[in-house]
């Protein structure tokens, strides 16, 4: 099933955030959720590009799903949509488990595979397919204003701009994420360790 990256992100904006980068453990604010002094270690140059990173085969696997949407199109199981994939970086999937909270510079990855039958084995059901597109998700307070930047990638694209302010990313995530703008009530490894609201 073919799907062109234009309408990938067009039915994805707004969609499940994605991994997370390098940095050291760090203070955290009590008003605020985001790290007040963390080492920025996402590939960035002076003009704010993000690299893509060279070790996305050994990110965290926090989800995966198939056809999800956000609006009230109803599901074709002919034509259920594309597979997508949510991974986290390591370190900061580890820095997470043991802190709680997101250190800023935390990068999640979502990517975006065509959806197969019959590719082997297999007579029902669906598996991934080829990859199609992927974004990143930056979590960081101090960088960015509104704490979050989204990064859109071709599939073989190098590095990517983040999207500009008051994009559809972010006013679908900071509203409707379990935490910190992002949908942890969709990854089984790291739901649970959500933060508690204070009573």
């Excluded at 062109?4 to 453990?25: E, H, M, T």
């Excluded at 694209?157 to 949908?183: E, I, L, M, R, W």
Aim: proline content about 6%; hydrophobic content about 40%.
């Amino acid at each position: 099933m073919k799907t062109s990256i234009a309408r990938i992100i067009s039915a994805a904006a707004g969609v499940v955030a994605l991994g997370s980068g390098l940095y050291a453990a760090h203070a955290r604010g009590q008003a605020n959720p985001a790290a007040q002094g963390s080492r920025h270690v996402a590939n960035l140059d002076a003009a704010g590009r993000l690299t893509r990173p060279a070790d996305l085969d050994r990110w965290v696997f926090l989800g995966a799903s198939l056809g999800m949407n956000y609006n009230d199109a109803a599901f074709s199981v002919e034509h259920p949509g594309a597979f997508q994939v949510v991974l986290m970086e390591p370190i900061a999937y580890q820095y997470f488990k043991e802190h709680g909270h997101y250190a800023d510079g935390s990068m999640f990855l979502l990517s975006f595979y065509e959806t197969q039958r019959g590719a082997s084995i297999d007579r029902a059901g669906f598996v991934p397919g080829s990859l199609n597109a992927f974004e990143i998700h930056v979590v960081d307070h101090t960088r960015y204003a509104e704490g979050h930047a989204f990064f859109l990638f071709d599939k073989d694209a190098h590095d990517s701009t983040a999207q500009a302010p008051g994009n559809p990313c972010v006013k679908c995530h900071v509203p409707n994420g379990a935490y910190d703008g992002t949908f942890a009530q969709f990854y089984p490894p790291i739901r649970n360790l959500i933060p508690k609201p204070a009573k």
